[in-house]
């Protein structure tokens, strides 16, 4: 008999919070979009006209839509990617430095593979299956610390973050130096029929939207309809109850972490192909970072992700035009960081209504 | 401090928990509030001490109407509660969580405040370390340490919520003492449980909830069939002993020696049979604990063998021990057992093995509805488990368990449950004997070890006795045999 009637309240209460929550989040944006404003006053700036220039910056043309979904492809991978480990329970903020790491390996597949006459799509192929190799790999390492050596990984991460873009600055100035005079911009480029083709008049290459769809759909699925989606959902909320069910809970914490290693080598490969053509010190552009405001941002919701990180994609790329303004186009970050803080906020906010209702 | 409840109301989503509960307890009195799992007997303590508001009702204390919004709140007015699971700090010390609890003062005071705990102890006869952490304490030791905290912080109310479960024999006569010398000092004591000899020997009234009501009330001398009709409104029997063991044996320890920092347990052989009972008795921290472990694979012995069908488990990985067909069902339910923020539905696809990809959520579906109804777990398929009182939580962590096993381990199986609950969960396990599963579980119940166990064992001090016929002891001999006479 209760469960008759527990059925329809569930459901009832779940509507509910629902609302709420949407609620929260909306009023979390207006007021990052408030404080953002705030100090654009301060700065002499009239927001609206700032705002209004973003939206411009990135979509009044074609080439700057393009540009748009350009720096989404690599953002969606990252927060793909994260969420294999953010619902493990797991920090990955070493993803920064597997995207370098990835971009290592990707590079280092063309100039390995440049002179052998074989396929061009036979090696771009390689050379991404390598880029993954790479983030893999350097995704396992914190994951090992952590497991058998007890360091945190969220420190493990940071070390390597540090480790990563040095060994590609090694790189940079050691074996891999232009001929010549080696230089911070980067190595020598990569034979361009190793460059995905863009579409004509913009600079995005489908094949990397492909790519980005593809394991958007994969984490979605994975996550929501699969028993290694579960498993992995269980350890990241008890691990101890997870272990005592005959889950194998050191296996999944390395492979959440080795899955996303893979999005993030997949993520630098895709900038090396499509974008840099090279490698350079700060291969990862930020984008292992965004990711994970963006994995906070939308609570770990994979769909979500998508969408979100088309948005701050817009942010990042509409804020050039503020330069033409006299603003610095830090302002997108600016704004990023506030939304996750109230974001992040919102949530414990509702969390402490719906624990007192 | 005298009590005076007045019409409280208290709804949780359409659960009515509290419906229009009036009660007066006067001061220097023990309280006892009886009820089956989810009766409302927790919620009214947590409305009592700030943890959850009443949607509507009063509180008055000594004829003054107050208003209790939080813990802290309460415990500024003297209301104090001790909870079901202790909520202290392991990983601290026994004075820091003392310290931590202060109120105004920028600096801490150690010295003074170790004093304080020492004087306290001594006076209510509790032996604590404050230097202690609190990890390393027992449960009924950690108990203690919250009622000598509440005490400390100047409580005039104090709220005990199922303190016998889990506690020994002994740790209970005691804490039934400290309960009468406050008494008698003229705090207010309010006592809840669910076990009819707890608060028969001690309460000076008792409330028996029904269904978030108060069923009645009654004062001594006590008469155990009004009780359980108060609280089922129906009789119940108690179940019947388990069949004679089996010839087959299912498992050997041969010299099993396992230790941890405290204790150290040696040469322990014994074979256990298909469809036995073993229940292992003794002081909580004996060493019960860690022999469980040790049988379900998650303890690794540190000498001697685990002989299962002629191959030896010992010093195999946990993985091996539940392929074997062995199942460990763990005291603390929420941190060892289930997982919060999981529904049931995840529970039961996670339990089951699977290996296939993808999850049928159809098959997910029936199973769990299925568990549910057998198992007469008060919840949905989509319940969270943390939404389940903690009786139900019990139901659904035996649920859990796959359905052909050779052996069942189970730390406290019916700690924190009502008998009905009790009673029906051991028929569960019956049935499984029945079908030549072995069980060997812990309890401080003595009772309860004597009704359902084959066979028992005794743990002191690390040392575990030969085993001994349930058909033939009584619980002076085992009582006699945990304080360590007999040996």
């Known amino acids: ?357 | 401090m005298n009590i005076e409840l007045r019409n409280i109301h208290k709804w949780f989503g359409k659960v009515h928990a509290n419906d229009d509960i009036s009660l007066k307890i006067s001061s220097g009195t023990i309280q006892g509030i009886l009820g089956e799992n989810g009766a409302g007997k927790s919620t009214l303590m947590k409305i009592l001490s700030g943890y959850f508001q009443a949607n509507s009702g009063e509180i008055l204390l000594d004829g003054t109407l107050v208003k209790i919004k939080s813990p802290d709140d309460a415990i500024r007015l003297g209301i104090g509660m001790l909870h079901q699971d202790p909520l202290d700090f392991p990983p601290m010390r026994v004075i820091d969580d003392f310290l931590l609890g202060q109120h105004g003062r920028l600096f801490l005071n150690r010295a003074q405040v170790e004093q304080e705990i020492k004087e306290l102890s001594q006076k209510f006869g509790f032996q604590i370390n404050p230097d202690a952490y609190v990890e390393t304490l027992t449960v009924g030791e950690r108990q203690q340490l919250e009622i000598l905290r509440l005490l400390w912080l100047g409580v005039r109310i104090l709220i005990l919520d199922e303190p016998t479960t889990g506690i020994s024999a002994n740790q209970k006569e005691k804490l039934f003492a400290t309960l009468e010398t406050l008494a008698k000092q003229d705090l207010t004591v309010i006592f809840v449980s669910h076990k009819l000899e707890d608060v028969q020997g001690l309460c000076d009234k008792v409330a028996v909830f029904r269904q978030g009501k108060v069923a009645g009330e009654l004062t001594p001398p006590y008469n155990t069939d009004q009780f359980i009709q108060l609280m089922f409104d129906k009789e119940i029997k108690i179940g019947e002993r388990a069949t004679a063991c089996r010839p087959e044996s299912l498992l050997r320890l041969e010299n099993i020696g396992i230790e941890d920092y405290r204790l150290r347990l040696r040469n322990i052989n014994l074979t256990l049979y298909r469809g036995e009972i073993i229940g292992l008795a003794g002081m909580e921290g004996s060493g019960q604990k860690l022999f469980l472990q040790m049988l379900a694979g998650i303890k690794r012995p540190v000498s001697g063998k685990i002989v299962i069908d002629e191959e030896n488990y010992a010093g195999k990985r946990y993985e091996s021990f539940l392929k074997a067909g062995i199942s460990y069902i763990p005291a603390s339910r929420m941190e060892e057992g289930l997982i919060p923020g999981l529904t049931l539905t995840e529970h039961f696809i996670l339990s089951e093995e699977h290996n296939e990809l993808l999850i049928s959520q159809r098959e997910a579906l029936s199973l769990t509805q299925s568990r549910i109804s057998d198992f007469r777990i008060k919840g949905a398929p989509y319940s969270k488990v943390e939404q389940l009182s903690g009786g139900n939580q019990q139901r659904a962590l035996l649920a859990l368990m796959r359905e052909k096993l050779n052996l069942i381990l189970m730390e406290h199986p019916t700690r924190g449950l009502d008998i009905e609950s009790s009673i029906w969960i051991w028929k569960k396990m019956k049935e499984r004997c029945a079908d030549c599963t072995s069980i060997v579980f812990i309890s401080a119940d003595l009772e309860e070890i004597i009704q359902y166990s084959d066979r028992i064992l005794v743990f002191f001090g690390g040392m575990v006795s030969e085993p001994i016929d349930a058909n033939t002891t009584s619980v002076d001999e085992l009582g006699q045999l945990i304080g360590g006479i007999g040996w």
Not at chain 1, 141 to 165: S, T
Not at chain 1, 188 to 208: A, H, K, M, N
């Open chain 1, 1 to 357: 008999m209760t469960m008759q009637q527990g059925t329809p309240q569930t459901t009832s209460l779940r509507s509910r919070i629902n609302w709420l929550d949407l609620g929260l989040r909306i009023g979390a944006v207006i007021l990052a979009l408030l404080i953002t404003s705030l100090i654009l006053l301060v700065a002499n700036a009239q927001p609206l006209k700032a705002y209004w220039n973003i939206v411009l910056g990135a979509f009044s043309s074609t080439q700057k839509v393009s540009a748009v979904i350009a720096s989404w492809v690599p953002l969606v991978l990252t927060t793909s990617g994260l969420l294999f480990t953010f619902t493990a329970g797991l920090w990955n903020i070493g993803m920064e430095g597997q995207i370098v790491v990835g971009s290592v390996f990707c590079v280092g597949a063309f100039r390995f593979l440049d002179q052998t006459g074989m396929d061009p799509w036979m090696v771009i192929t390689i050379a991404f299956i390598a880029g993954a190799i790479g983030g893999f790999l350097w995704a396992i390492l914190p994951g090992v610390m952590r497991i058998y050596g007890g360091v945190n990984e969220i420190f493990g991460g940071l070390g390597l973050n540090f480790v990563a873009k040095a060994l590609a600055i090694w790189l940079i100035f050691g074996p891999w130096k232009r001929p010549g005079v080696a230089s911070m911009s980067g190595t020598e480029w990569i034979d361009p029929q190793f460059r995905l083709t863009y579409l004509p008049g913009t600079s995005l290459s489908p094949v990397i939207v492909i790519i980005a769809l593809v394991g958007a759909i994969f984490v979605a699925l994975m996550l929501k309809g699969t028993h290694f989606g579960l498993r992995l959902k269980a350890i990241g909320k008890n691990d101890r109850s997870a272990y005592l069910m005959g889950i194998p809970t050191t296996r999944y914490f390395l492979l959440a972490f080795g899955i996303c290693g893979v999005f993030a080598g997949i993520a630098g490969s895709v900038l090396v192909t499509s974008k840099q053509f090279s490698l350079i010190p700060d291969a990862g552009f930020g984008y292992g970072f965004l990711g994970l405001l963006v994995a906070m941002l939308v609570n770990y919701h994979p769909i979500l992700s998508s969408i979100v990180a088309f948005f701050f994609a817009a942010l990042s790329v509409g804020n050039i035009e503020l330069q033409y303004m006299g603003l610095n186009s830090y302002l997108a970050g600016v704004l990023q960081g506030f939304l996750v803080l109230f974001v992040v906020m919102a949530n414990g906010v509702r969390q402490r209504l719906f624990k007192k209702g």
